[in-house]
C-alpha cells in the first residue's frame, strides 16, 4: 500500500508539472485597451519612416550578399563539382515544410579585422522537426572551406546556450575544414574559445538535451570531436570524412600514401571505428535519418493555444516610431498597442516611477511581463522594476525588457547617486536571479549600466535583439572613437564599424541579430514559445544520468 501511495502521489505530481500556470496562453480581455493612434502625416512620423525604409533597404541588401555564402563560383564548386546541397538548403529540408525558421546571428562575421566572413562561416537556425522546436548550427562549406574563425566559434557558443536555455534538441551539419589556423591564438586557449564547444557537448548530453551530427562534408582536426561526442551521428558516403590529420598530413608524417575515404570515410566509421552511428547514401538520406531521430525522443509535442487577438493597431507603423531620433514614453504606449494581443494592457504602479513602464499583456496567447524604460532609470523606477519582476518570477510569467534610453544621466547629489546605484543593483539582482525566460529587445538605445538594468547581453536572456536605429553605450563615446579614428570618414559612414550600433552588434555576435520594428511581435510569439516550452521541459523531464552518452 505504502509503495502504492507513493505512486499515486508521484503520478498527481507529474499531472500538476506537465499543467503548470507557468507560460500558459490565455488572453485577458479585461485589461484596458491602449490609446494607440498615430498621426501618419505629422512630420517627425513621416521623416522616422524615411529612416527605418532606408536602413530596412541597406539590412536587405546586406543579407542578401549574406545568404549568398561564398558567392558564385565557391557555391558552383560546392554544388556541381563537389555535388553537394548548398547550406541553406539543407536546412529548409531538414526543417518541416510548413515551418519558416529563426534565423539566429545572419550578420555575424561582417567587417572583421580578417576579413568579411558571411554570417560567421556557420547559419544557425531555430525551427521545427515533427513539430519539436530544435537549434541547427550547419556549417557553409563556401565560406573559407567551411574554416572556423573566432567569430565562427563564438557563434557556436551561442548556439550551444541557446540549447542549454532554452531546452532545445540541437543539430550539427558539419561541413568543415576546421580551424583557421593563423588565428589559433584567438581560436583555442581560453575558456570560452573552441575547446569550450566539447565541454558544452557532454554539459547538453548529460541534461538530456538531444545532439546529433550529420557529417555532410569533411569534418577535421578538433572539430573531429563534434559529432564523436554527439549522442548520434550520420555520416554521409563520397562526401563526408572525419579524421584528426587528412592525408597530407599523413604523408609529411610518415610517408604514407592514404585516401580520404580510407583514413575516415562513412565505411571505415560505421563498420569498424564505431565513431559514428548512421550509413547514408546521400544527403537527402542523411537528413531524413535526423528527422526521423526526433520521433525518437520520447516526448510529446506541447499543444500551443491559438486562440488570441491580432493588436488592434497597424504594427506597420513601428517603422515610423521607431525611425524618429527618440522614443518618449508616449511612444511606447504606441508600441505596446502595437505588440500586445488586443491592444490590452494592465500597468502595474503607472504613477510611481515615471520612466518606466511595467505591466502585464498577452503576446500570441502568451501572458508576459513588459518593462520599459524611456530615459535614465531613476531610483523609484528600479524600485519599481525590482518589485514587478519578483512577482512575474514568482507566477512564472516570462518577462520582455524593452530597451529605450537616449541620455546620460548626472544626479547632483552623492545621496541621490548611492540610492540610485542601490536600487538599480537590486532590479538587477532580480532579473538575474528570476528563473523565467527572459527576452530583451533595444529599441532605442541601451546606455551605460542601463544595460545591466533592462537585462542586456551580458545577463544572458533567452534572446536578444535589436531595432536597426538602436544604439548600444553611450553617443559621445562613439564621438570619441571616430574623432581618434585614423580613417575617421570610414568610420562615420560605416555602422559595422561604430561600436554602439547595432549592426556593429551583430556583427561581433554581441547580440542574437537585427529585426525589424514591424517584424517585432512575430519574433516575440516565436521566442516565447521556443523559450516558454523549453522552461516547461526543464522543469518536468527529469534526466536519470548524470553523465553524457559515452561512445562504447
Known amino acids: 500500500m505504502k509503495t502504492f501511495a507513493v505512486h499515486i502521489m508521484q503520478r498527481m505530481?507529474?499531472?500538476?508539472?506537465?499543467?503548470?500556470?507557468?507560460?500558459?496562453?490565455?488572453?485577458?480581455?479585461?485589461?484596458?485597451?491602449?490609446?494607440?493612434?498615430?498621426?501618419?502625416?505629422?512630420?517627425?512620423?513621416?521623416?522616422?519612416?524615411?529612416?527605418?525604409?532606408?536602413l530596412k533597404q541597406l539590412i536587405q541588401s546586406i543579407l542578401s550578399k549574406v545568404r549568398s555564402g561564398g558567392g558564385e563560383k565557391a557555391i558552383h564548386r560546392h554544388t556541381v563539382v563537389n555535388k553537394k546541397i548548398f547550406v541553406r538548403e539543407r536546412i529548409k529540408m531538414l526543417f518541416d515544410q510548413d515551418c519558416e525558421y529563426m534565423e539566429i546571428g545572419a550578420l555575424a562575421g561582417l567587417s572583421m579585422n580578417y576579413g568579411d566572413v558571411p554570417a560567421a562561416g556557420v547559419v544557425l537556425g531555430i525551427g521545427k522537426i515533427h513539430g519539436k522546436w530544435g537549434i541547427v548550427a550547419a556549417n557553409d562549406g563556401t565560406v573559407k572551406g567551411g574554416s572556423m574563425f573566432p567569430i565562427t566559434v563564438a557563434k557556436m557558443l551561442r548556439a550551444q546556450r541557446l540549447a542549454f536555455q532554452n531546452f532545445l534538441p540541437t543539430i550539427y551539419l558539419v561541413d568543415s575544414g576546421g580551424g583557421f589556423l593563423i588565428?589559433?591564438?584567438?581560436?583555442?586557449?581560453?575558456?570560452?574559445?573552441?575547446?569550450?564547444?566539447?565541454?558544452?557537448?557532454?554539459?547538453?548530453?548529460?541534461?538530456?538535451?538531444?545532439?546529433?551530427?550529420?557529417?555532410?562534408?569533411?569534418?577535421?582536426?578538433?572539430?573531429?570531436?563534434?559529432?564523436?561526442?554527439?549522442?548520434?551521428?550520420?555520416?554521409?558516403?563520397?562526401?563526408?570524412?572525419?579524421?584528426?590529420?587528412?592525408?597530407?598530413?599523413?604523408?609529411?608524417?610518415?610517408?604514407?600514401?592514404?585516401?580520404?575515404?580510407?583514413?575516415?570515410?562513412?565505411?571505415?566509421?560505421?563498420?569498424?571505428?564505431?565513431?559514428?552511428?548512421?550509413?547514408?547514401?546521400?544527403?537527402?538520406?542523411?537528413?531524413?535519418?535526423?528527422?526521423?531521430?526526433?520521433l525518437t525522443l520520447n516526448t510529446e509535442n506541447i499543444q500551443i493555444d491559438k486562440s488570441y487577438s491580432e493588436p488592434v493597431f497597424s504594427v506597420e507603423e513601428l517603422a515610423g516610431i521607431a525611425g524618429q531620433k527618440f522614443i518618449t514614453k508616449n511612444d511606447l504606449y504606441k508600441i505596446l498597442a502595437r505588440l500586445l494581443d488586443g491592444s490590452m494592457f494592465q500597468e502595474f504602479k503607472e504613477k510611481y516611477g515615471s520612466n518606466l513602464i511595467t505591466g502585464f499583456g498577452n503576446i500570441h496567447g502568451y501572458l508576459v511581463g513588459i518593462l520599459a524604460n524611456c530615459g535614465p532609470v531613476s531610483s523609484a523606477d528600479a524600485l519599481k522594476g525590482s518589485h514587478f519582476i519578483q512577482l512575474c518570477s514568482l507566477r512564472e510569467i516570462p518577462l520582455i525588457f524593452l530597451q529605450n534610453f537616449y541620455t546620460q544621466d548626472f544626479p547632483e547629489s552623492g545621496l541621490e547617486k548611492g540610492l540610485i546605484l542601490k536600487d538599480r543593483a537590486n532590479m538587477i539582482a532580480s532579473h538575474v536571479c528570476a528563473t523565467v525566460p527572459k527576452i530583451t529587445i533595444n529599441i532605442g538605445g541601451s546606455v551605460g549600466d542601463h544595460d545591466f538594468v533592462m537585462c542586456g547581453w551580458s545577463f544572458e536572456p533567452n534572446f536578444l535583439f535589436s531595432w536597426p536605429s538602436a544604439h548600444t553605450?553611450?553617443?559621445?563615446?562613439?564621438h570619441m572613437e571616430a574623432k581618434n579614428s585614423k580613417d575617421e570618414g570610414k568610420k562615420a559612414t560605416d555602422p559595422f564599424l561604430q561600436s554602439t550600433s547595432a549592426f556593429y552588434r551583430s556583427a561581433n555576435m554581441l547580440q542574437d541579430g537585427i529585426i525589424f520594428p514591424e517584424d517585432t511581435r512575430q519574433v516575440l510569439g516565436t521566442c516565447l514559445e521556443v523559450a516558454c516550452i523549453g522552461y516547461r521541459r526543464s522543469r518536468t523531464e527529469k534526466v536519470q544520468t548524470t553523465h553524457a552518452v559515452l561512445r562504447m
Open 13 to 54: 505530481r507529474l499531472s500538476w508539472a506537465i499543467k503548470p500556470k507557468r507560460c500558459v496562453s490565455t488572453f485577458n480581455k479585461h485589461f484596458k485597451m491602449l490609446k494607440g493612434e498615430v498621426d501618419t502625416q505629422n512630420h517627425q512620423f513621416v521623416k522616422g519612416l524615411q529612416h527605418s525604409s532606408t
Open 473 to 478: 553605450h553611450s553617443n559621445y563615446l562613439s
Open 183 to 294: 588565428y589559433q591564438a584567438e581560436l583555442f586557449p581560453d575558456q570560452d574559445h573552441g575547446g569550450r564547444i566539447f565541454r558544452n557537448e557532454a554539459i547538453l548530453s548529460s541534461r538530456g538535451i538531444l545532439k546529433i551530427a550529420v557529417v555532410c562534408g569533411p569534418c577535421t582536426a578538433g572539430g573531429a570531436y563534434c559529432p564523436t561526442m554527439t549522442q548520434e551521428a550520420i555520416i554521409v558516403k563520397g562526401i563526408g570524412t572525419l579524421y584528426l590529420g587528412g592525408p597530407p598530413l599523413v604523408k609529411a608524417a610518415i610517408q604514407e600514401e592514404i585516401t580520404e575515404e580510407d583514413l575516415g570515410g562513412a565505411d571505415l566509421h560505421c563498420r569498424l571505428s564505431g565513431c559514428l552511428d548512421y550509413y547514408a547514401e546521400n544527403e537527402e538520406e542523411a537528413l531524413s535519418i535526423c528527422r526521423d531521430i526526433f
